[in-house]
């Protein structure tokens, strides 16, 4: 069965400085990775998609993220936070090529700090 | 493309009312999927459609949850005899044919009181 970790249930970082969050998934198969993030009161908006092309994955807003399979990981990264990216990031995995299912990762609070 | 639509936004029932909930998908997708999230945890699969056709039911999905997708646009999620346990955001997502990711609703909070 899959299953996606997401170390560290909040991160706090200064303004302008690197955003890690981290995300480790046991599946299978090659696994499709996913990272998306929620403001308050709002739905899941995907921020980059990793489905067996590049290992590193360029999203919006700045984000990227690299697919490790030694370390089984798919870490998101921002060279500079700005205020805007405080919100809940949540790491998912699916298996099953055509289908999409998404198991989700319990999700990372980034605070930024001004 | 006005993107994914729920409705209501927010619902408030007692214990042991029917509550139904709709969404809109982005026209086109003919991919529709359910999930449910609770406060402090990651959204969990609840069921799946492709066209008008359930494809998938989580076992999370128990008898008193029923979905449905006539034909193939918008669907219903309809839970029974809520209890305070069902109060959750519930979320719903549509993707296209042969492409990866989703796009969520904003979702519809139900608080069972």
């Known amino acids: 069965a899959q299953s996606v970790t997401q170390l560290g249930s909040h991160v706090s970082v200064s303004e302008g400085a690197l955003v890690l969050l981290r995300c480790n998934y046991s599946s299978s198969v090659p696994p499709y990775l996913f990272w998306y993030v929620q403001y308050p009161n709002q739905g899941l908006q995907l921020l980059l998609k990793y489905t067996s092309a590049a290992t590193l994955v360029k999203g919006i807003n700045g984000f990227e993220a690299e697919f490790k399979k030694s370390e089984t990981s798919f870490h998101l990264t921002k060279p500079s936070a700005h205020m805007s990216d405080a919100a809940e990031y949540f790491c998912?995995?699916?298996?099953?090529?055509?289908?999409?299912?998404?198991?989700f990762g319990t999700g990372t609070r980034l605070t930024i700090i001004p | 493309d006005t993107g994914v639509s729920q409705d209501p936004r927010h619902k408030i029932t007692k214990r042991g009312q029917n509550v139904t909930f709709r969404c809109d998908p982005i026209?086109?997708?003919?991919?529709l999927y359910w999930y449910r999230q609770t406060l402090g945890q990651g959204p969990e699969f609840l069921t799946y459609?492709?066209?008008?056709?359930?494809?998938?039911k989580s076992r999370l999905l128990s008898d008193r949850f029923s979905a449905e997708r006539p034909k193939g646009s918008f669907s219903t999620l309809e839970i029974q005899r809520t209890e305070q346990g069902d109060s959750a955001m519930y979320l719903c997502a549509s993707s296209p044919r042969e492409t990866y990711g989703y796009t969520f609703g904003s979702g519809t909070r139900l608080t069972v009181v």
């Open positions: 998912a995995v699916s298996e099953d090529f055509g289908n999409e299912k998404l198991t």
């Open positions: 026209s086109e997708h003919n991919r």
């Open positions: 459609f492709q066209n008008e056709a359930q494809l998938e």
